[in-house]
């Protein structure tokens, strides 16, 4: 007998259980009894042979967890253009903030206000108040101009903070030595011609002094700090100060080089005006 299936369309719905009594098994066949659980799956063995391993997915799902993968999967509705942008904006802000900051420390630690926070240097900034210098920053002096010369006085006075911060008081790595492109920054124009001193009838040329490696901080240590610098470091434009360099060794030592007279030299094409030789 041929028996012909039918072909179901594919409107037609999943086949309904034809209720009714089951099918008797064959002769011979064993009873159906209830259904048991069969065994945990098992991972396929290893190469090297050592048995199936039952697979645990609590521990799969334990391994994959993390900061890393947690941001990812948090960001996986985001688009990656927007996330490279957030990024870039933080990153932004966390630079702008660290420049903010640092100009405001650099531009605290220039101030006399901060120098005064060591006791020892309260009376050179009582000194530096009352002189001709009160108007001049610290930075000003201090430190040699420029961007590096700038940078390195702030981390040697960085240094010179954790020493106090320390006890050490007896450090002398850093020194208030002023050089002369400092001083030049505000007094360029004394290398334009002689000074002449009438009371005195003195005649200096700056140009020449330092042109042969002089020192502004030779004759005038004390200008911004008065008696407050130590004795050993004072200095002063005096006949014995002078005779240091004019020793007919280093310098001419020739009375009538500097020694011109009450009038200033005719020769002089641009004299300038009159200054004080005092200490400042």
């Known amino acids: 007998m041929i028996f012909r299936r039918k072909k179901r369309g594919r409107a037609e719905g999943p086949q ?9 098994a064959p002769e011979g066949a064993p009873a159906a009894g209830p259904e048991l659980p069969g065994p945990p799956p098992t ?13 645990s997915e609590e521990g799969e799902g334990e391994e994959r967890k993390g900061p890393f993968v947690s941001t990812r999967a948090a960001l996986a509705p985001v688009k990656k253009r927007h996330v490279v942008v957030a990024s870039l904006g933080l990153m932004g802000f966390a630079a702008g903030g660290i420049l903010l900051f640092s100009a405001a420390s650099f531009w605290w630690t220039s101030q006399p206000s901060f120098c005064i ?25 201090h430190l040699t101009p420029g961007f590096f010369g700038f940078l390195g006085g702030k981390i040697a ?19 208030a030595a002023v050089s002369n492109g400092a001083c030049l920054q505000c007094h360029e124009e004394i290398l334009e011609g002689n000074i002449h001193d009438n009371p005195s009838g003195i005649t200096v040329s700056h140009s020449d002094i330092i ?16 008696g407050e610098v130590p004795v050993g470091s004072a200095t002063h434009p005096t006949m014995e100060t002078c005779l240091t360099c004019h020793n007919d060794k280093i310098a001419p030592l020739d009375c009538d080089l500097c020694h011109t007279g009450r009038e200033a030299p005719a020769e002089q094409a641009h ?8 200490t400042g």
């Open 117 to 141: 926070k060591c006791h020892v240097m309260e009376p050179y900034v009582a000194a530096w108040e009352q002189s001709s210098h009160a108007s001049v920053n610290c930075e000003a002096c």
């Open 211 to 226: 042109g042969m490696g002089g020192k502004c901080l030779n004759c005038h240590s004390t200008v911004a700090h008065g």
């Open 43 to 55: 991972a396929p063995a290893s190469a090297g042979g050592g048995g199936t391993e039952p697979v």
């Open 16 to 24: 309904q259980p034809v209720e009714g009594p089951a099918p008797a």
């Open 157 to 175: 006075g960085l240094q010179v903070v954790m020493n106090y911060i320390r006890g050490e008081y007896e450090d002398y790595s850093f020194n």
């Open 271 to 278: 004299p300038t005006p009159s200054v004080s030789m005092g």
